[in-house]
């Protein structure tokens, strides 16, 4: 018997660990909630868990095995179950986060203890963190030459499903016998036979937000239908958060419910496609050979996406500290404001800078939001209110569905400009400026701010501007800007030279 113990994986498919731990032995799979881990979760996060975690252990069930689900100290409940079944070796995939690897060593240690063998897979990554360096042997803090070699390196296939002939049998699992020998320590029959717990009994209540479906089938159409058009205007599309141009497969990757070889796969499928795309439409025969045209640059530009992900995946790996620290250094801290009414109208969405009002909201109702607006409210956050970036990384981490440490300290300390590859302290996004490009319309933000449905796009763009009276009529329920992004962009400036030691 063998052990696989399910994390950030939440699927039987295209998952290294399951498959390496089904050719070791008979598999019995499992799943810990784990309270240190749930005590930085939000209910969009729990509630897309648990709904992945339904439909895992049905497709368990459909291959005539089960998930054992159990809540505690993974430390103590896995040697558990690997001397209740009799396993040699518990297999996992490698989680990157600090504390993923604290409580990593300690699990390892207990089952070394009880004489149980700890395997782990890499398994979330194409490119494990440390295989992509410079040359001089060094892991990338510039994302550019990271992106090159992560390119350019081959890449693993998907791997199969393990069949039911490697699972355990789920009926097997819950006999009396094996229940008995676990009796005290791991009820494995409860494990088995109850159900999920509630969203309430993990301490969490059902999220305001409309949190899109969980689970490996929503993944699948999620890559399918992004794979079948809108991958091929990604690059003209991505930038305008009306257009809904990207693929939403974030929280799935944060939850592993899609393997990245299988999205990797289809992104490679695609480019086969756009290739040909490219060559039926292209009349300008001055097009350099090595030259993409537009469907294959946009299926590349995706793929640099993920190659991000990869980049931040490696940066939180070799630098666990920058999930509370500002990796760039500065001669002096910078001087940060506390402003609890300023912080409290941007969660609220209540800025009176329409652009980031509606982020803010689109997060509060979907527990998602557009890749361009999560820049443009962390700008505003760090460089217009002059607010820590961790208040705002705090907010996120909250409500987010896909909230990924690794990603989310990358945003966020690329907009306050402290991270790795950031945005250079002096280049402070006009919010008014960033709603006219991105959003001309003001489409996406009369979707989100339902009191400005009656005003055209040109008054929307101009709110700032606008005079107390000119607001009122147009308005009358939607806020007056709480600053002026003229003034608290010289403000910032300055507070970023004064950390710099330059004033
Ligand atoms: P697509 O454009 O379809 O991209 C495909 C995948 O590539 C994404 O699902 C994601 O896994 C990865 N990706 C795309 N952009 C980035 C990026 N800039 N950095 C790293 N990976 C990327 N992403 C998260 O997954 N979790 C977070 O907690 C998170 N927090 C962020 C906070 C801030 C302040 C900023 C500026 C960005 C953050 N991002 C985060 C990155 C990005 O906004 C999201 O990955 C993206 O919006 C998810 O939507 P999508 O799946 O449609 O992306």
Known sequence: ?????????????????????????????????????????????????LDSLAELREAYRERGSDLV???????????????????????????????????????????????????THHDAVLHEPGTIRTNAGEPYSVYTYFW???????????????????????????????????????????????????????GFGEPEADVQAGGTAAAHDRLESF?????????????????????????????????????????????????ERDERTDDDSETEDDELGPAASSVETFQSQLAWREFYAQVLYFNPEVVSQNYK????????????EELAAWKAGETGYPIVDAGMRQLRDEAWM?????????????????????????????????????????????????GTDAQPYFRIFNPATQGERYDPDAEYIREYVPELRGVDADAI????????????????????PIVDHGERREQALAMYKRARGEE
């Open 1 to 49: 018997m063998t052990i696989f113990w399910h994390r950030r994986d939440l699927r039987a498919s295209d998952n290294r660990g399951l498959a390496a731990a089904a050719a070791d032995g008979d598999t019995v799979p499992v799943f810990v909630f784990d309270d240190a881990v749930l005590d930085h979760a939000g209910d969009a996060r729990v509630r897309f868990m």
């Open 69 to 119: 689900v159990a809540r505690g100290d993974p430390a103590e409940l896995l040697p558990a179950l690997a001397a209740a079944v009799d396993a040699e070796a518990v297999h996992w995939n490698a989680d990157y986060s600090g504390l993923a690897q604290e409580r990593d060593a300690r699990v390892e240690d207990a089952l070394a203890d009880a004489g149980v063998a700890a395997e």
């Open 148 to 202: 090159k070699k992560w390119r350019d390196r081959e890449k693993p296939d998907p791997f199969p499903a393990p069949d039911s002939g490697d699972l355990a049998d789920g009926d097997a699992l819950a006999a009396g016998e094996l229940a008995d020998a676990l009796a005290g320590e791991f009820d494995i029959d409860d494990a088995l036979r109850s159900d999920l717990p509630s969203i309430e009994d993990l």
């Open 227 to 275: 794979r079948d058009e809108p991958v091929f205007s990604y690059e003209a599309d991505r930038e305008y958060p009306a257009r809904a141009g990207s693929s939403r497969l974030s929280p799935h990757l944060k939850f592993g419910t899609i393997g990245i070889r299988t999205v990797y796969e289809a992104t490679e499928a695609a480019m086969a496609d756009a290739r």
């Open 329 to 340: 250094e500065y001669e002096e801290p910078i001087q940060w404001r506390d402003d609890p």
């Open 370 to 418: 557009h890749n361009r607006v999560r820049m443009i409210v962390a700008s505003f956050l760090t460089k217009d209110l002059l607010i820590d970036w961790r208040a705002g990384y705090d907010h996120f981490r909250e409500h987010l569905a896909d909230h990924d440490t690794a990603n989310d300290t990358g945003g966020w300390q690329w907009a306050a400009s402290t």
């Open 461 to 480: 763009h101009d709110w700032p501007d606008l005079t107390d009276e000119e607001r009122t009529e147009l308005a009358p329920d939607y806020a007056d």
